[in-house]
């Protein structure tokens, strides 16, 4: 595997490495393939890191350093797989790498690699001279649309809960015996309450004293009670005043005989 370390910060900030093997190791003692400056490096552990390469992947492990490692911002405490081109930074504050990687030249790819790509050949490709089609699926269906249109395919016959939930709907209750009897109750109590408001003002001069002082006080009867004996009062008042002002037939036809009889007398008179 060959590794591209483009130095961002640190000491070597702006310096490119070219590295190949199937292990980096990284840290600031000489020994490591990826040395840091051990003076102006501090933040970097003497063996901080390394890459290694597994199943085609390259994977990044932190060896228990001082100040961890940072894959792109973020600490890692695992091994974890590698993009190219991330950014992993050694120690929080120490030097930033980009690293990129690629097969080698001349690299023999591993086994497993090899079988994928001799498996099926890529979508679009022409089949090879004298293959076979695969023959279209019975009915006209689509390849692996798994809709309708097999022959021979008849439908499911309905459930039990089918059938139940596409019966027509039930018909409206009845209402209740208690509603029934109430509404008949509550109009027959309404009219007799207005039957007995009704008597009570029509013949509220026949009742006894107690009764009618009783009436006055009841909060809903009490004031057109009131206003009733007012009414009446007023009436009362007015029959009286016509009665002084409007003479009597009577009285009226008395009169007329007291004078007839005087032009009575006074003709006998002249006459004697």
Known sequence: MQFTVTHLTGSRGGAVQVLEGQVITIGRDPSNVLAFDPHRDDKVSGFHANL??????????DLGSSNGT???????????????GANVQFGEGGPIVSIAFSAAAGAVPPAGAAAAAGAAPAAGAAPAAGAVPPAPPPGGAPAGSGGPGVAGEQ??????ADAGSSSSPSPPKAPSKLRTCLLPAAAAVLLLGGVLLVSLFLFRGHLPSPIRNGLRRVPLVGPYFKKAEQVQRKVQRTKNTLKRVTPRSGEAETTE????DGTGDGGEGEGE
Request: aromatic share 0%; net charge negative.
């Open 52 to 61: 290694t390469v597994q199943g085609g992947q390259v994977v990044l492990t």
């Open 70 to 84: 940072l894959v792109n911002g973020q600490r890692i405490h695992s091994p974890v797989p590698l993009v190219s």
């Open 155 to 160: 439908p499911a016959a309905p459930t039990a």
């Open 257 to 260: 005989g007291d004078e007839g």
